[in-house]
């Protein structure tokens, strides 16, 4: 087992070619998880494959999408159009009636007679009264169609047409599936990239099981990212031909040699990597080109990392983290991802079989430890990382000092203790030599003397220097040291090597990781745990060789985590293809002074219904201003002068019971909030939830109002 994580943990990359044997006898897993929705398997699977996936907006679920205007068209009422249709039509039949019946005089035949032969009007002429007769009924035919076209045109046909029987005639003529299959140039289902590279065999194999019901779309989102290893040459392209013409759809797996999760709650698309939410709202404050579309998040959005608000029971667990673990495993198993998952045992955050790695902090059943230190072996680094777990949430742990110094005070005992004993201390040990106990400090200035080791000697007399005196940190991280040295994490945290320490140095390989924390009785030391982790994952994915590989830490309960040099952590992930997911039940479990910089280092934010209102204040406040146009309708009441006016308006009065107003309306450009406070708190029905996304690129999508109760519709 190497320092930088477990052996199971790591394996092999995903997109790397596997080895040499036969393809695992997977089961087939059932089309439907139970309460969930179906998977893209089997006979569906090409239906799936060959769905449309046009180019949407950000948050756009793209599979079957269909756009729709940025402007909402002017809509008529139905009872308006239909009647409007039905009276025009029947103006219409009133004037054929009229011209044909010659109650209208015959001014209008006055054409045909000027263009028409004379001897076609003559009755004795059989054969040219018959070319007389037929063009007579053809001209008949014309005045009667430039009546009804006038008409139309009157009665708004046309929108009838299209509102009411287009989508009938597309039902009823819509083809079966297989008559939409596409050309074989741009079916995805025969890889033409393969073929085009010159592996015609592995195109012809993996298209066999595609149509014989065996790939799934986790494997086909597999083997895409194994093709993609061998274009930027990472993989040759023989080894991967071997591997595919052995195994299938089963080739390059996933080093647990899983092909899928046991349960799907969400629908996902690998094609495009999206993970749909919900449902954006038919609501006027959501821009008309988004109303009615799903709403979807992928690693293209994640990667600027996402903070939801929610108080509890509003869904921030089950409506928003769950669906993206869910999809984010699925990426692992894909090759394409790395996850890590920190809450509390219980929280709801997928069965045990989702995940490669389980630590259960304070659990003695658990198989898997975590490494305190986080794999490094630079002293200053892992002091760095510690200080921040330990005292980052403290605005001023000391006077005049900051976290640096606290950084200084254990990078003093910790390079010392790893020059003598080729580790770093335990938890009871860092005690101690914090403390000041003088065996501990004495055993470990012999061991130095003895080695020469005079730098750090230097460094343990400026340490035992500071010990007592006024300002020292000492106290204050042995005190936060002692919330991790108790009786129910006695065995954990070990640096012996008698056990299996979990690294996040392991996040350049497709793993997934669920962290369980001691909440009940624990809650101080669950908080130092997560800000341990993120202060690690922060420091691990900035050092990663392969960051096509997507890096995302889950935060099920972010409180006590936020710190100013969290903050700057999350705004670095952008560039190292990494983000974070976090919860907090109100911004009031993060300090005043890191709100806004907190909301503005982060790309999608979601605010949940039961927002409170200074919560919502935060918000309304990143999400900005827009300018509009606003209608003052003004009712001006009309005053008559002469007794035959003064007369009609008592009728009118005594009729409807108001008096006769004129209405005047103003409209001007003024800028409101996109969604205000009051709003945020007020407005925002159960089950929903306002959310704006960023993606990596710098696309923006504005505050939406999104459905999260049905998110596979």
């Known amino acids: 087992m190497d320092s930088d994580g477990t052996r199971d943990a790591r394996g092999t990359h995903a997109d790397r070619v596997p080895r040499p044997a036969g393809p695992p006898q997977v089961p087939p897993r059932p089309t439907q998880a139970p309460g969930g929705p179906p998977r893209p398997d089997g006979s569906a699977f090409l239906t799936w494959l060959r769905t449309p996936r046009p180019e949407a907006a950000p948050g756009v679920w793209r599979f079957g999408h269909r756009p729709r205007p940025e402007v909402e068209p002017e809509q008529i009422p139905a009872r308006q159009l239909l009647s409007g249709a039905f009276i025009a039509f029947l103006v219409g039949y009133l004037i054929w009636s009229l011209v044909s019946n010659r109650y209208l005089g015959q001014y209008w035949l006055w054409p045909y007679y000027a263009v028409t032969p004379e001897e076609w009007k003559i009755p004795e002429n059989h054969g040219d009264a018959v070319k007389g007769d037929i063009a007579s009924r053809i001209y008949y035919g014309l005045v009667a169609f430039g009546i009804m076209m006038g008409a139309g045109r009157l009665g708004r046909w046309s929108e009838v047409w299209r509102r009411y029987i287009v989508p009938v005639l597309r039902r009823v003529a819509s083809p079966p599936a297989d008559a939409t299959a596409p050309t074989p140039e741009d079916d995805p289902a025969q890889w033409n990239a393969l073929r085009a590279a010159g592996a015609a065999d592995a195109a012809d194999r993996l298209g066999a099981d595609a149509r014989a019901g065996l790939m799934r779309d986790v494997d086909h989102a597999r083997i895409t990212r194994a093709w993609q290893g061998v274009r930027s040459g990472r993989h040759s392209l023989a080894t991967f031909t071997g591997a595919v013409l052995r195994e299938g759809a089963a080739a390059c797996l996933h080093p647990s040699g899983e092909r899928d999760l046991p349960g799907r709650l969400a629908r996902h698309d690998l094609v495009t990597g999206q993970v749909r939410l919900g449902t954006t709202a038919d609501d006027p404050r959501n821009p008309y080109a988004y109303r009615g579309t799903g709403m979807a998040l992928g690693p293209e959005l994640l990667g600027t990392s996402l903070l939801a608000v929610g108080p509890a029971g509003s869904g921030k667990t089950g409506g928003v983290v769950r669906p993206l673990v869910e999809s984010l495993c699925l990426h692992a198993l894909a090759g394409r991802a790395a996850v890590v998952v920190v809450g509390a045992a219980g929280a709801g955050l997928g069965p045990v079989d989702a995940y490669d790695v389980v630590v259960r902090v304070g659990n003695p059943e658990s198989v898997y430890d975590l490494d305190l230190y986080g794999g490094t072996t630079d002293p200053d680094e892992a002091a760095a990382v510690l200080a921040e777990a330990l005292v980052g949430d403290l605005a001023d742990p000391h006077p005049s000092g900051d976290s640096r110094r606290s950084t200084t005070v254990l990078a003093q005992l910790l390079g010392p203790y790893r020059a003598v004993h080729g580790r770093f201390p335990s938890v009871p040990e860092l005690r101690q030599l914090l403390d000041g106990a003088p065996a501990p400090l004495g055993a470990l200035r012999k061991a130095l003397t003895e080695g020469g080791q ?50 996040l140095r392991a996040l350049d390989h497709p793993v997934r990781v669920r962290i369980d924390l001691p909440q009940r009785g624990h809650a101080d030391a669950s908080r130092i745990l997560s800000r341990l982790v993120l202060a690690q994952f922060a420091a691990s994915v900035a050092v990663r060789e392969d960051r096509s590989l997507f890096a995302c830490l889950v935060l099920d309960d972010a409180t006590g985590v936020v710190t100013p040099e969290a903050v700057r952590g999350i705004q670095r992930l952008r560039s190292a293809n990494a983000g974070v997911i976090m919860t907090l039940r109100t911004l009031d479990d993060a300090p005043r002074p890191l709100r806004s910089p907190l909301l503005g280092s982060i790309g999608c934010r979601v605010a949940l219904s039961g927002l409170t209102p200074w919560d919502g204040q935060d918000f309304a406040e990143v999400w900005g201003k827009e300018w509009i146009e606003a209608r003052d309708v003004t009712d001006r009441q009309i005053i008559a002068e002469t007794p035959a006016g003064k007369a009609v308006h008592m009728l009118r009065r005594v009729i409807t019971g108001n008096a006769p107003t004129a209405r005047a309306v103003t409209v001007r450009q003024v800028e409101r909030e996109r969604w205000s406070a009051s709003e945020l708190a007020h407005a925002v029905p159960p089950g929903h939830a306002v959310l704006s996304l960023t993606s990596v690129r710098g696309e923006h999508a504005p505050p939406l109002l999104v459905d999260l109760r049905h998110p596979g519709a």
């Open 454 to 503: 005079e730098s750090l000697l230097r460094e343990l007399d400026a340490r035992e220097r500071q010990l007592g005196q006024p300002g020292d940190v000492g106290g204050v991280l042995a005190d936060r040291v002692a919330l991790l040295d108790r009786p129910a994490f006695a065995g954990f945290f070990d640096t012996s090597g008698q056990t299996r320490p979990f690294s």
